[in-house]
T-cell receptor
């Protein structure tokens, strides 16, 4: 299993500002994932963060809005840029430890409210 | 792209009642299937998983799920729920092989009344 720590756990931000969310894993993992869980909706994958390469974004998400860093095998950040109230959501970091037949592990999430 | 449908968005049961939460996925290839649970104030955690073999999978806390390939279903069951099962339950699917993304259903909020 993997233990994932996310910071901050929650924040209230002004529109137009940016917030960087940190994700720290207690073991080295190749793939890290960032999800968004909007109220009343499912978890939606934002992007896959690979160490040493550009993140891969899902349809509807762009690097300018959600820049991701992955400096090493245990750490990643997601920035929510130029925030608007529509960005209010829970943001989750997730990892899978192996390539085949493994489950995803999740951080506790960051609850973001944009006012 | 694969998708997951959970039919019950909010379920209310009395303690000792039986539970079945429906989950259907859309993808014609080989899949890995999961049920995750999120207890109030806690992070998502794995309840059970199916990769291959026996389609009846047993998980933690007395939960089980049955993979029916012909129906593209992976329903979650528990014969007798407890108040502590109050949580949100998410069905999820990945394609088999390699680093495949996990697609989640919308979730089912289960409320168990003592």
């Amino acid at each position: 299993s993997a233990v994932i720590s996310q910071k901050p756990s929650r924040d209230i931000c002004q529109r137009g500002t940016s917030l960087t969310i940190q994700c720290q894993v207690d073991s080295q993992v190749t793939m890290m994932f960032w999800y968004r869980q909007q109220p009343g909706q499912s978890l939606t994958l934002i992007a896959t963060a690979n160490q040493g390469s550009e993140a891969t974004y899902e349809s509807g998400f762009v690097i300018d809005k959600f820049p991701i860093s992955r400096p090493n095998l245990t750490f990643s950040t997601l920035t929510v840029s130029n925030m608007s109230p529509e960005d209010s959501s829970i943001y989750l970091c997730s990892v899978r430890q192996g390539e085949m037949n493994t489950e995803a592990f999740f951080g506790q999430g960051t609850r973001l409210t944009v006012v | 792209a694969q998708s997951v449908s959970q039919h019950n968005h909010h379920v209310i049961l009395s303690e000792a009642a039986s539970l079945e939460l429906g989950c259907n996925y859309s993808y014609g290839g080989t899949v890995n299937l999961f049920w995750y649970v999120q207890y109030p104030g806690q992070h998502l955690q794995l309840l059970l998983k199916y990769f291959s073999g026996d389609p009846l999978v047993k998980g933690i806390k007395g939960f089980e799920a049955e993979f029916i390939k012909s129906k593209f279903s992976f329903n979650l069951r528990k014969p007798s729920v407890q108040w502590s099962d109050t949580a949100e339950y998410f069905c999820a699917v990945t394609r088999s092989g390699g680093y495949q993304k996990v697609t989640f259903g919308i979730g089912t909020k289960l409320q168990v009344i003592p």
